[in-house]
Nanobody, 118 residues
Framework: QVQLVESGGGLVQPGGSLRLSCAAS??????????MKWFRQAPGKERDFVAAISWSDGSTYYADSVKDRFTISRDNAKKLAYLQMNSLKPEDTAVYYC?????????WGQGTQVTVSS
């Protein structure tokens, strides 16, 4: 069993920054997880990919809409993944979810709300 818990969301003004965290737990995660991903879902829209990081070598991937503004990172020892979000825009407003796939099963966190507004 794998559990993912996000934190760090909130209200921020345009141009501001936030850092999201995703804490992973579960023995199967430690043994079998290959990557962690962040997705987001705005009201009335589909859930979209934001960023991904390989748990083994740290290679990263980003959606074009966040490239050069967001940075994904991880702390293997603590089983934490982070999403540093800079230069936030109103269109970044969404619920942000972390996600991993372990032994063919999909795991999602409960989500954390990010609101970018003046």
């Amino acid at each position: 069993q794998v559990q993912l818990v996000e934190s760090g969301g909130g209200l921020v003004q345009p141009g501001g920054s936030l850092r999201l965290s995703c804490a992973a737990s579960g023995r199967t995660f430690s043994n079998y997880a290959n990557a962690m991903k962040w997705f987001r879902q705005a009201p009335g829209k589909e859930r979209d990919f934001v960023a991904a990081i390989s748990w083994s070598d740290g290679s990263t991937y980003y959606a074009d809409s966040v490239k050069d503004r967001f940075t994904i990172s991880r702390d293997n020892a603590k089983k934490l993944a982070y999403l540093q979000m800079n230069s936030l825009k109103p269109e970044d407003t969404a619920v942000y979810y972390c996600y991993t796939k372990v032994r063919g099963l999909n795991y999602w966190g409960q989500g954390t709300q990010v609101t970018v507004s003046s």
